[in-house]
């Protein structure tokens, strides 16, 4: 604590929000020098870890130092700074809107800067639906600071009362002189210091003219000219190809190894590390030449398959402080043993991949000490610090550089790409680029969690819930609550020892423990002969979720139509992430095959105030079609360590052909503040289309996918198929 | 390790590579022409497509050396004078696109499509880009987008 600038931060401690353009931390100083004159907003912790309020991080300790996160130049050209990661939710957009509004500023005139270490405030990642709730509350909150900056430098120029001015377009103006200062002028050779506690007096969002605007993706010239270039596009003078010898299977240990075949390779380096076996060369081909030629025997242990991977996770539970109740109310026993009607169930979900378009990548340079990589990840901090440990550098020593990337929908946490590409390039003294194949993708990231989801449940007669009970195993706690009324209730999620690495996902489990919830609700409806609308607004008080399923159901026509034995028509609603949505699905079925087909999906959606209306259906509407793949076909087939399935030719994805008549009903509460939309949008398809089967069938679908053609277990399924 | 000469976009690039090496890791990793992009390796996706004289080609599934001569048209290749296509400017227009990965495999095989069908079909379009995957799910704006490209030809007069 010898630093003199630690003091200020000391001296600041207490403030909600401490504003200064002085006190930066080193490493961040020549950067900021590179900017050169103009206002610099920045902003002591206290905020920084408000901002990641609730999470935890594998210890990692939260940020002490001061960051900028605005800077206006003597142009009038406006950067913003933050850690957040462009992977095609459109935030590159609808955070410019949010500055641009607070500041006053024409949209054009503002640059996101993001996800590259060196230059942005340190941030935990991007996901859980946290952008839109947390930075784009903090970002706004600068921009107003610095619009007030500048209004009060106007005032002390023109010699008036600060409250006389008026800030829009960029530039500042009396109106009782008709004198404009433009920010740019304002911001030339000033420096300023400024403290700001009281609260934020943000712009609401009913007087919104850039904000809640459905202004087109910032930069969307660059993706359909080709000119955009993701992290597996970088190229750096000298770069090589870098390759990594798999292991035959997870948890194996390397027995022997013949290298000789590609050291004889011209130009080819063999590069080895205990277990890590890499090759690299002057071009991808030979890479991949000298990575085949190489004979390596592993020993992998025998494991778990698909085959009983659900008794296997309950039968082998994780100690883990999550496992306990997470709602506990009444006797559920007590209130089953004496109830009308009841009904138990079991359902599950096997393993998917995220399968991004894009693969890890990752090009590493070494400069001296200094390590730079280009790379494509959800956490961009995160990679340093595991670039820090394999490396045993200090933070400053690693620069790592996101890409608006070929996204992640939650697989892309890890920097495993990145690591590899910089053992290579450090063993080789030039610059590598590691680009994992589809199969390294499949097999060595990490999948969504398989999960067993038991319920019973009891109503009365008249259809009111009595009893709630909800066991996840495995599959994870997010979207476990339930929005029924129900006096007797036990919600319990228990972690298990994943046979295969598994990690986030869009949506997460509140996918599986929606698609169990709103298919056991249906369920109970049918069995107490209630309309499935009618029983859920019965036994529902929320009133945004309850608006949400209102809107759906209006618009796609619910009570209208009727389900027949070709026709099904299923309805469902959850709530997570401060998104509320409700989906209606109309599916064709062929009774003589079997063959069902989804034809429309009608999805309520509302995450409060709205800051993109066109991104914002792109995401919901995004988010459906992606639910197809999980809720009929995906699965990851496995046996012994091994993923079976590691090609597209066959894991089956949604396609054009499977894509319904998609409707998105946004309702935009200007009243409520802002949820993040990237996940929960996901979690509605699966029940609805599963509801729609039951109505026109009677069959009741409890496995997610519900109709592959080939089942976990390697047979071919004799029930529906998509 | 062969001397090939490639016709991309118009322009003859010089480079050496072996026969048996893909067109896409050709123009990847030895002209740095990114444009088409790596999704799967085996003409799955899409991501890859570029048009060989005209017609669409998994850049994945052909060796450099095979088309050596013919005309090759990537991404880069669409605009004119510094105006988009038909297709480009369509995609652009409908925000057909979310993370963007896919995007120039799509927009090459609904360059092609409309070349062949000027005014088609949902259904035919749906056959011609079945093939090409787009995992944010954005196939409803796609659509829409060569449905408007079809339209913004036929009001220049092209068709």
Redo the contacts between chains.
């Keep these: 604590m010898s630093d003199p600038r630690l003091s200020l931060l000391d001296a600041n401690e207490d403030l909600p929000r401490s504003l200064c353009t002085r006190a930066l931390e080193p490493d961040r100083r020549g950067f900021l020098k590179m900017l050169g004159g103009g206002l610099l907003i920045c902003l002591t912790h206290p905020s920084a870890r408000a901002q990641e309020a609730g999470r935890t991080f594998g210890g990692h300790e939260l940020p002490q130092e001061i960051s900028a996160w605005l800077h206006i130049a003597a142009d009038g050209k406006v950067k913003v700074f933050t850690g957040k990661v462009e992977v095609g939710q459109n935030i590159r957009t609808s955070l410019a809107q949010q500055v641009a509004e607070e500041l006053r500023v024409p949209f054009d005139s503002i640059t996101m800067v993001m996800g590259d270490t060196d230059l942005v405030p340190w941030d935990m990642g991007t996901f859980g639906s946290r952008t839109t709730p947390t930075m784009g509350p903090q970002l706004r909150s600068m921009a107003w600071a610095a619009r007030e900056s500048l209004v009060q430098l106007a005032a002390q120029r023109w010699n008036v009362d600060a409250r006389t001015l008026t800030a829009a377009d960029g530039r500042v103006t009396n109106p009782a002189t008709s004198l404009v200062l433009t920010y740019g002028e304002l911001t030339r050779g000033e420096k300023l210091v400024r403290n700001v506690s009281e609260a934020d007096p943000l712009t609401p969002a009913v007087e919104w003219k850039i904000a809640g605007m459905p202004i087109p993706k910032a930069n969307g010239r660059d993706f359909v000219t080709g000119k955009h270039k993701y992290p597996s596009d970088i190229s750096r003078p000298g770069l090589l190809f870098g390759a990594i010898v798999r292991p035959d299977g997870f948890n194996a240990t390397l027995a022997s190894l013949d290298i000789s075949a590609a050291e004889k390779l011209p130009f080819v380096k063999v590069v080895r590390d205990g277990d890590f076996v890499g090759v690299v060369a002057p071009d991808a081909w030979s890479a991949e030449q000298a990575r085949k030629s190489i004979r390596a025997v592993w020993d992998v242990p025998p494991q778990p398959s698909n085959h009983g991977l659900f008794e296997y996770l309950k039968a082998n539970p994780e100690d883990d402080d999550e496992s306990r109740p997470q709602h506990a109310s009444g006797s559920v026993a007590d209130a089953i043993a004496s109830a009308e009607v009841k009904l138990e169930e079991r359902y599950t979900v096997q393993y998917i991949a995220h399968a991004p378009l894009e693969p890890r990548a990752a090009v590493a340079e070494w400069n001296g000490d200094k390590l730079t990589v280009w790379t494509g990840t959800q956490r961009p901090f995160g990679v340093r610090d595991e670039l820090v440990e394999a490396f045993h550098l200090a933070p400053e020593q690693v620069r790592v550089i996101q890409p608006d990337m070929g996204s992640g929908y939650g697989g892309k946490h890890t920097g495993e790409a990145a690591v590899e590409a910089a053992r290579l390039a450090k063993a080789s003294g030039k610059p590598v680029k590691v680009v994992w194949t589809r199969s390294e993708e499949f097999t060595w990231g990490y999948l969504r969690p398989a999960g067993l989801i038991e319920i019973r449940a009891a109503a009365r007669r008249d259809g009111t819930l009595v009893a709630w009970e909800h066991h996840n195993y495995n599959s994870g706690p997010s979207g476990i609550a339930s929005p029924y009324n129900a006096a007797n209730q036990l919600i319990q999620y228990h972690p298990s020892k994943s046979p295969l690495r598994q990690g986030s996902y869009r949506g997460l489990a509140s996918t599986a423990n929606n698609f169990a919830r709103e298919s056991h609700i249906d369920g109970l409806a049918q069995a107490v002969g209630v309309d499935p609308l009618e029983f859920r607004l019965k036994n529902m008080t929320d009133p945004r979720l309850r608006a949400a399923l209102e809107a759906a159901a209006d618009k796609f026509g619910w009570g209208k139509l009727k389900s027949t034995p070709e026709r099904g028509l299923g309805i469902a609603c959850g709530t997570e992430k401060g998104g509320y949505m409700a989906t209606c699905a109309e599916v064709e079925i062929d009774p003589a095959t079997k063959h069902l087909r989804i034809r429309r999906v009608v999805e309520a959606w509302e995450s409060g105030a709205v800051v993109n209306p066109d991104g914002l259906q792109n995401q919901v509407m995004g988010a459906i079609v992606q639910a197809i793949g999980g809720a009929l076909f995906e699965q990851i087939l496995f046996a012994n360590g091994r993923i079976l399935n590691q090609r597209f030719a066959h894991y089956r994805l949604p396609r054009f052909k499977d894509t319904p008549q998609v409707e998105v009903v946004l309702i935009d509460r200007k009243d409520l503040p802002p949820a993040g939309a990237g996940e929960t949008g996901i979690v509605g398809l699966a029940p609805a289309v599963g509801n729609a089967v039951f109505a026109a069938t009677g069959s009741r679908l409890k496995t997610m996918p519900m109709a592959p053609k080939v089942l976990a277990s390697g047979e071919a399924n004799p029930s529906f198929q998509s | 390790m062969g001397d090939l000469i490639l016709n991309v976009n118009g322009r003859h690039l010089r480079t050496s590579?072996?026969e048996?090496?893909s067109l896409l890791?050709v123009l990847?990793?030895?002209l740095?022409v990114?444009?088409p992009?790596?999704?799967?390796?085996?003409g799955?996706?899409g991501?890859c497509t570029v048009l060989v004289n005209d017609r669409v080609t998994r850049s994945c599934r052909v060796s450099a050396a095979s088309v050596a001569g013919s005309r090759i048209t990537?991404?880069?290749g669409?605009?004119e004078n510094g105006k988009?296509s038909d297709v480009?400017?369509a995609?652009?227009d409908e925000?057909a696109?979310?993370?963007?990965?896919?995007?120039?495999g799509m927009?090459l095989a609904a360059t092609a499509l409309l070349r062949d069908t000027p005014d088609p079909t949902e259904d035919q379009?749906?056959d011609a880009?079945?093939?090409?995957?787009?995992?944010?799910?954005?196939?409803?704006?796609?659509?829409q987008a060569v449905q408007r490209a079809s339209r913004l030809a036929a009001q220049r007069g092209v068709r």
């Design positions: 590579a072996p048996e090496e890791s990847r990793n030895r740095d990114t444009g992009k790596y999704g799967c390796g085996e799955q996706c991501a990537t991404i880069e669409l605009e988009l480009q400017q995609f652009l925000g696109f979310q993370c963007g990965y896919c995007t120039s927009i379009i749906v880009m079945n093939g090409n995957l787009c995992r944010c799910g954005t196939y409803p704006r796609i659509l």
